[in-house]
């Protein structure tokens, strides 16, 4: 069964870089057929995608966050991680890790931007 966790600060303040991981377990995140993707949602909004890196490591985002987005995969810890750079209090919101195409979620965490 895989499993997802993400970690990560609860609170950042503005202009900072955020960085979460999510652990992922029963699983490689290396294995051929699996991507992973980040997803969020924030007060009054939908949910939106950030970004997604393909098993190959190819990595792509949402235009309006590809120029302060990076998502990348850690082998030696089994995580993917997410950095998320010159937040705002716009940033705030609900953060997901999920296998989109294997219907796979974490539970989430939520994050704060604020001084």
Same mark, same amino acid.
């Given at each position: 069964?895989?499993?997802? +966790?993400? %970690? *990560?600060?609860?609170?950042?303040? =503005? &202009?900072?870089?955020?960085?979460? $991981? ?31 890196? +393909?098993? %190959? *490591?190819?990595?792509?985002?949402? =235009? &309006?966050?590809?120029?302060?987005? $990076? ?34 979620? *974490? ?9």
């Amino acid at each position: 069964q895989v499993q997802l +966790q993400e %970690s *990560g600060p609860g609170l950042v303040k =503005p &202009s900072q870089t955020l960085s979460l $991981s999510c652990t992922v377990s029963g699983i490689s995140v290396a294995a051929r057929g699996w991507g992973w993707s980040w997803l969020r949602r924030s007060p009054g909004k939908g949910l939106e995608w950030i970004g997604s890196i +393909q098993d %190959s *490591g190819i990595s792509y985002y949402t =235009p &309006s966050y590809k120029s302060r987005a $990076s998502i990348s995969k850690d082998t030696s810890n089994n995580q993917v991680t997410l950095q998320l750079g010159s937040v705002t209090p716009e940033d705030t919101g609900r953060y997901w890790c999920t296998s989109l195409s294997r219907g796979v979620w *974490g539970q989430g965490i939520q994050v704060t931007v604020s001084a």
